[in-house]
């Protein structure tokens, strides 16, 4: 391609939501069709700042930053193939097989609940209920959510927790590669049937400015994603707020099976 065809790609540092890695594959795998070029900013803001300001083609973001900043002068122009939605508990055994009263950190309130419904008798806290209870003098307040998740993969291993939850992406962007157990959509699994994620993780969007030309960029799209991520997207919208953090919703687009 011309340099008059080269499209930038703006992108913030990972964060553990699996855009970036996502971004970064995908310009790998196109480098022969299309001219991309990866600009890295330090805050999505600033991203969608200069995008508006032409400064560049497209932003790479998260369903759920869009959902954050969403803007009327901007259009979703294509959705790559979705990641895996689900997510891990980091931990020696399956959650099936845990001790009794294990201890297991889960900040988010909708895999808290699921992991109860699967076993009640596990004792299930956040990170800053367990910050709390052991007067820790470490600086939390400074540190971001993977240092947090590095640092209760080392409690884990020193043997102060039996185990914590995180999103899969997150688990996949550290340096750590402890053992990991699926939590949700097994089918062939009736106890991990307890945990749907929650709404609108493992989608990767592209951003640009309304009128631009679409059909640039047509091989990234993956129809099956944007199918998915409008029905999940309007279904979300359709729950109260006050309920949202406690309501999962995955949709999947499933290929008819072959017949013999």
């Given at each position: 391609m011309s340099n008059e065809e080269?499209?930038?790609?703006?992108t913030t540092p990972s964060n553990g939501d699996g855009v970036r890695i996502h971004i970064e594959k995908m310009v790998e795998q196109r480098s022969k069709q299309l001219d991309l070029r990866l600009k890295q900013l330090p805050h999505i803001e600033t991203a969608i700042e200069q995008l508006k300001q032409a400064n560049a083609d497209l932003v790479a973001m998260s369903a759920i930053?869009?959902?954050?900043?969403?803007?009327?002068?901007?259009?979703?122009?294509?959705?790559?193939?979705?990641?895996?939605?689900?997510w891990v508990l980091i931990s020696d055994d399956k959650p099936e097989y845990l001790r009794s009263r294990a201890l297991i950190i889960c900040n988010h309130p909708l895999i808290k609940r699921q992991l109860c419904r699967l076993r009640s008798d596990?004792?299930?806290?956040?990170?800053?209920?367990f910050i709390s209870n052991n007067n820790f003098e470490k600086p939390f307040e400074e540190m971001d959510e993977r240092e947090i998740i590095s640092w209760l993969e080392e409690c884990r291993q020193n043997e102060l927790i039996d185990?914590?939850?995180t999103t899969r992406s997150l688990h996949s962007s550290l340096k750590f590669k402890s053992r990991r157990h699926t939590l949700g959509l097994q089918r062939d699994n009736p106890e991990r049937t307890h945990f749907i994620p929650p709404p609108l993780h493992g989608f990767t969007l592209l951003v640009a400015r309304k009128g631009f030309p679409v059909s640039q960029i047509e091989t990234m799209n993956d129809e099956a994603s944007i199918i998915c991520h409008r029905?999940?997207?309007?279904l979300f919208d359709s729950l109260p707020p006050s309920i949202r953090p406690i309501v999962g919703i995955f949709v999947e687009q499933r290929k008819i099976s072959t017949i013999i």
């Amino acid at each position: 391609m011309s340099n008059e065809e080269r499209l930038t790609i703006l992108t913030t540092p990972s964060n553990g939501d699996g855009v970036r890695i996502h971004i970064e594959k995908m310009v790998e795998q196109r480098s022969k069709q299309l001219d991309l070029r990866l600009k890295q900013l330090p805050h999505i803001e600033t991203a969608i700042e200069q995008l508006k300001q032409a400064n560049a083609d497209l932003v790479a973001m998260s369903a759920i930053d869009w959902k954050k900043h969403n803007d009327q002068d901007l259009i979703i122009s294509a959705i790559l193939p979705r990641r895996e939605p689900t997510w891990v508990l980091i931990s020696d055994d399956k959650p099936e097989y845990l001790r009794s009263r294990a201890l297991i950190i889960c900040n988010h309130p909708l895999i808290k609940r699921q992991l109860c419904r699967l076993r009640s008798d596990l004792e299930i806290i956040s990170s800053d209920e367990f910050i709390s209870n052991n007067n820790f003098e470490k600086p939390f307040e400074e540190m971001d959510e993977r240092e947090i998740i590095s640092w209760l993969e080392e409690c884990r291993q020193n043997e102060l927790i039996d185990g914590f939850i995180t999103t899969r992406s997150l688990h996949s962007s550290l340096k750590f590669k402890s053992r990991r157990h699926t939590l949700g959509l097994q089918r062939d699994n009736p106890e991990r049937t307890h945990f749907i994620p929650p709404p609108l993780h493992g989608f990767t969007l592209l951003v640009a400015r309304k009128g631009f030309p679409v059909s640039q960029i047509e091989t990234m799209n993956d129809e099956a994603s944007i199918i998915c991520h409008r029905i999940e997207s309007n279904l979300f919208d359709s729950l109260p707020p006050s309920i949202r953090p406690i309501v999962g919703i995955f949709v999947e687009q499933r290929k008819i099976s072959t017949i013999i």
